[in-house]
């Protein structure tokens, strides 16, 4: 069965620091994967897929991901954090087939200490 | 220009209540979703359409109903409401299957 496992509950990074969010994922075909980014009240934004191609993908507001097969893995990464990247992060994957099932991980909720 | 909007954005009822969530997307995707997330902030889907035609129907009771009168819109009829219900409820939509999702600012429900 389709899984999404985000270790962390929270993780806090000082501002400027470099920061990573977990991801692990099990399929049992070729995954597409994606992160989501929930401010407080809102819905969730889209932050970058990998679908297939180059391993390391880029999305908005300075966010990379790198996919690791063997790993099993889609850890979204940023250089230097901001404040402002406090909130609750979401990895996600779906196998496109007839029925386009995606599954969330529970979340992961980011704090920037200033 | 919301691309995704619900309404209502709050949603107070009683229980046995039935009551409805509209949403609207114009953005000229094909396929609609309709998620749950809980207070634990667990998301789930509960439904997804393409072109107006059931993809998805995960395992949710049946009083929960949604209807696709076209392709930008997707609403949810919930019948006999439950203290369970409550939720915040989430649409999106995707330009095609597999693609990212966009959401709407949610309607937060609460049955008393």
């Known amino acids: 069965a389709q899984s999404v496992a985000q270790p962390e509950d929270q993780v806090n990074v000082a501002e400027g620091n470099p920061l990573t969010v977990k991801c692990t994922y099990s399929?049992?075909?070729?995954?597409?994967l994606f992160w989501y980014v929930q401010y407080p009240n809102r819905g969730l934004q889209f932050l970058l897929k990998y679908i297939t191609g180059d391993n390391l993908v880029k999305g908005s507001y300075g966010f990379e991901a790198e996919f690791n097969k063997s790993q099993t893995s889609f850890h979204l990464k940023k250089p230097s954090a901001l404040v402002s990247d406090s909130a609750l992060y979401f990895c996600a994957v779906n196998i496109v087939n007839r029925d386009d099932k995606i599954i969330f991980g529970k979340g992961t909720r980011l704090h920037i200490l200033p | 220009d919301t691309a995704v909007s619900q309404t209502p954005k709050y949603l107070v009822t009683q229980m046995g209540n039935d009551k409805s969530i509209k949403c609207e997307q114009n953005?000229?995707?094909?396929?609609m979703y309709w998620y749950k997330q809980d207070s634990k902030k667990f998301l789930k889907i509960m439904f997804s359409y393409n072109n107006k035609e059931l993809i998805i129907n995960e395992t949710v009771p049946n009083r929960f109903s949604p209807k696709s009168p076209d392709k930008a819109h997707l609403n949810l009829h919930i019948n006999s409401l439950e203290l369970g219900d409550s939720a915040v409820y989430f649409c999106?939509?995707?330009?095609?299957?597999?693609?990212?999702?966009?959401f709407g600012p949610g309607t937060r429900l609460t049955v008393t």
């Open positions: 953005l000229g995707h094909d396929t």
């Open positions: 399929v049992s075909g070729n995954p597409y």
């Open positions: 999106a939509s995707s330009p095609t299957t597999g693609s990212e999702q966009y």
